[in-house]
T-cell receptor, first 116, second 114 residues
């Protein structure tokens, strides 16, 4: 029972490099999310996808792009990494209809990204 | 607009003593509220949620929280702390707008001393 799987677990980039963070869920959830976690800031939403084929900006979308490849997979891309994007990134998913209702999110274990 | 404030960034208790993690919310809707726990190097796990049913909500691992509308609070409690409870705890309110987002508090780190 894998749940939400994120790859890689750790990554170090140089300023200006690009990379894609991968996320997959095996719970048949419709909605998927990308958050970043910074010390003392809680989690902030970068992008979310309410269903396959749709994506929407969250609180802090600048510098990121996303792709909802299919129902299972939701990737986050940094086109030109900056030191301000050093953070821990979490992918999450939730059951159908939960964008507007009360179902909890299921989180992956995170990707720890450092940009030097 | 919804917001959530966790009143303590760090709480330290001794094993076997009660735990109280405080959370106040602001919401123009009837809110949905959650508590999540994050152990080191792990993702977040749901502890409990309030969705306008009983005001006293019981969660996993002996935690519970009471929704108090008059005080706009949703404090998390546990009668007796265990070493394994050491983690970071997040209070979360659902944004009732079209985005359907969850608004996270900044977290409270719980330390448990032997």
């Amino acid at each position: 029972n894998a749940g939400v799987t994120q790859t890689p677990k750790f990554q170090v980039l140089k300023t200006g490099q690009s990379m894609t963070l991968q996320c997959a869920q095996d719970m048949n959830h419709n909605s998927m999310y990308w958050y970043r976690q910074d010390p003392g800031m809680g989690l902030r939403l970068i992008y979310y996808s309410a269903s396959e084929g749709t994506t929407d900006k969250g609180e802090v979308p600048n510098g990121y792009n996303v792709s909802r490849l299919n129902k299972r997979e939701f990737s986050l891309r940094l086109e030109s990494a900056a030191p301000s994007q050093t953070s821990v990134y979490f992918c999450a998913s939730s059951p159908p209809g939960s964008v507007f209702y009360n179902s909890p999110l299921h989180f992956g274990n995170g990707t720890r990204l450092t940009v030097t | 607009a919804q917001s959530v404030t966790q009143l303590d960034s760090h709480v330290s208790v001794s094993e076997g003593t009660p735990v109280l993690l405080r959370c106040n919310y602001s919401s123009s809707y009837s809110p949905s509220l959650f508590w999540y726990v994050q152990h080191p190097n792990k993702g977040l796990q749901l502890l409990l949620k309030y969705t306008s049913a009983a005001t006293l909500v019981k969660g996993i691992n002996g935690f519970e929280a009471e929704f108090k509308k008059s005080e706009t609070s949703f404090h998390l409690t546990k009668p007796s702390a265990h070493m394994s409870d050491a983690a970071e705890y997040f209070c979360v309110v659902r944004n009732g707008g079209s985005q359907g987002n969850l608004i996270f508090g900044k977290g409270t780190k719980l330390s448990v001393k032997p």
